[in-house]
Structure formats: structure tokens, C-alpha cells
């Protein structure tokens, strides 16, 4: 699914300070990790490493952001293995950009309208992941001051689709409203006023449609062929 030029007002004036007076641009790129598995139980910052298909897909999307006619500053992901292991992937395509990781780009359960779903998480969980959320979209989706910037994050389903939330202006429970798929694309440009345009949202171009996961509940399986 691709959303253009989709256009959002200034979040507040604390999140978004006044503009200079300049017109740089700083271009986010959004990536959501591999397909992982979701067997293992434990740490997450330890278990859940991506399957041959997370690889896989994560393979792809690095040739694709290896082939754009522009310039990365930053390559970041949550501290998650699967997030990790993605950024380390796209990281091979770019030699010269040190892997950052952060906390505050794993994944957490905003609140939603569907009830259904949040019924039995607590309230605490709940504060955290807004707060989370809000303190992400402070510290990344802000106007660069000195050049155009573009910058790769990978991160988290659900964190993704809060923030675009957050970016167009809605509010972040409807995060629901819409999925992305593993690997899949998702670019927002934070304007010098503060202003925010969301380009695409859970682009998946790169991916082959036999190699898409991450929309339902059963992902396919990518496996070696056996020897005849």
C-alpha cells in the first residue's frame, strides 16, 4: 500500500519548534524487521531471530535502498534481535554507516479503539507504550537544521503505523486501521516548519508476492530444496 503526498500539520509547537528560516528536509525511512521466529520465548533483545525468509526479505530491501540516488545519515533499530539483525543486513549494503540501536524503537501495544484487543493488557503497559511512542516521534521526526537528511530506522510493526498516525495528524488508535508488511517500506519527510508528508506506507515493490509476510497471522516458509 502506497499513500502520496499526504500532507499533516505541525504535531505541536514543543514537538515541532518554529522554523529558522531554512528549507532542509530530513527523509525518514521507515523499515519494518524481517519475518522472525515466533517459537522462541525470553528476552527479546536475545531470542526471536529472523528466519531464512526474514533474511531473505531483508536482503531485498537493502538492494533496494542501495539503489536509490540519495545519500543515508543513519541507520537505527530497535534493540530487538529481529530488528537488529534487519539493520545488520541493510547495514552490509553501507559500510560507512554505523548500526545505532534504541530502546525506544522496540515494539509496544498503543491503545486502540478495538477493545477486543487490549482487554486483558494492563493499564501500566498501556501508559508506557504511549509514552514511548510520543517520546519516538520526538526525538526522530523532527526538522533537520544544517542539510537535507535522510535517515533509515528499523523498527516494529505496530510502532510504524502509531507513528505515521501521529505524522498525519490522527489519532494514534487507529493504528489498526491498516497493516505493513515485513520488510516493507514506509518514508515520511519532515518539513523545516514542521510540517509532515507521508510518501509511502508499507511499500513492498521488492518483495516478490510469494516472499510477502507479515500481513496475517501464518507466514510462509522460505526452505532449501533437498539434494535429489
Not at 16 to 27: D, K, L, M
Not at 30 to 51: C, P, Q
Request: hydrophobic share 40%; with cysteine.
Amino acid at each position: 500500500m502506497a499513500l502520496v503526498a499526504l500532507t499533516a500539520p505541525p504535531a505541536t509547537a514543543a514537538e515541532n519548534p518554529p522554523s529558522s528560516g531554512h528549507s532542509f528536509t530530513r527523509t525518514i525511512y521507515l523499515i519494518r524487521h524481517g519475518a522472525y521466529d515466533m517459537t522462541e520465548k525470553g528476552d527479546e533483545s536475545v531470542v526471536n531471530g529472523l528466519t531464512p525468509l526474514g533474511i531473505a526479505q531483508a536482503r531485498l530491501i537493502a538492494t533496494r535502498l542501495r539503489g536509490m540516488p540519495i545519500k543515508f545519515a543513519s541507520l537505527t533499530s530497535s534493540t530487538y534481535t529481529r530488528a537488529r539483525q534487519t539493520a545488520g543486513i541493510i547495514g552490509q549494503m553501507f559500510p560507512d554507516l554505523a548500526l545505532h540501536t534504541d530502546p525506544v524503537l522496540c515494539e509496544c501495544t498503543p491503545r486502540t479503539w478495538r477493545t477486543d484487543v487490549i482487554k486483558d493488557v494492563p493499564k501500566e503497559e498501556l501508559d508506557a507504550s504511549d509514552a514511548q511512542i510520543n517520546q519516538a516521534f520526538a526525538k526522530y521526526f523532527v526538522p533537520t537544521k544544517t542539510v537535507d537528511e535522510n535517515d533509515i530506522i528499523v523498527a516494529h510493526g505496530d510502532l510504524i503505523r502509531a507513528l505515521i498516525c501521529k505524522a498525519l495528524g490522527v489519532d494514534t488508535k487507529a493504528w489498526l486501521g491498516f497493516n505493513i508488511a515485513h520488510c516493507s517500506l514506509t518514508v515520511v519527510q519532515v518539513k523545516a516548519d514542521g510540517t509532515f508528508k507521508v510518501l509511502a506506507v508499507g511499500d513492498t515493490g521488492h518483495i516478490p508476492p510469494n516472499l510477502l509476510s507479515g500481513l496475517t497471522a501464518t507466514n510462509p516458509e522460505l526452505v532449501t530444496p533437498k539434494s535429489p
